[in-house]
């Protein structure tokens, strides 16, 4: 059984950092490409950014280019999402997930295994 376990969220002033970390559990890790998601109160949950299991390609939406990043450590099974200056509007639960296929993608039905998911407040 995999498992996906998030870290690092919290409270935030706007213009702050946060790191966040999901290590995983369970499968051949590093094969496999992984995303960050989030969801806002009341909305659809949507694709934040993933990366290929090289690391070498990464992809983001366009609301958070230039301001997070996606990294990844096969060796401890863990994927970052570095995020700098956060805006309010980047308040969410923020999930990580696993993909099913070996091409990053955003459509969430690709993703096979979810975290529990780390709520990150940025407060105006």
């Known amino acids: 059984q995999v498992q996906l376990v998030e870290s690092g969220g919290g409270l935030v002033q706007a213009g702050g950092s946060l790191r966040l970390s999901c290590t995983a559990s369970?499968?051949?890790?590093?094969?496999?490409?992984m995303g960050w998601f989030r969801q806002a109160p009341g909305k659809e949950r949507e694709f934040v950014a993933a990366?290929?299991?090289?690391?070498?390609?990464?992809y983001y939406a366009e609301f958070v280019k230039g301001r997070f990043t996606i990294s990844r450590d096969n060796a401890k099974n863990t994927v970052y999402l570095q995020m700098n200056n956060l805006k309010p509007e980047d308040t969410a639960v923020y999930y990580c997930?696993?993909?099913?296929?070996?091409?990053?993608?955003?459509?969430?039905?690709?993703?096979?295994?979810w975290g529990q998911g780390t709520q990150v407040t940025v407060s105006s």
């Open positions: 369970g499968r051949a890790f590093s094969r496999q490409p």
């Open positions: 990366i290929r299991w090289r690391g070498g390609s990464t």
């Open positions: 997930a696993s993909s099913k296929g070996v091409i990053i993608t955003t459509l969430q039905s690709d993703y096979d295994y």
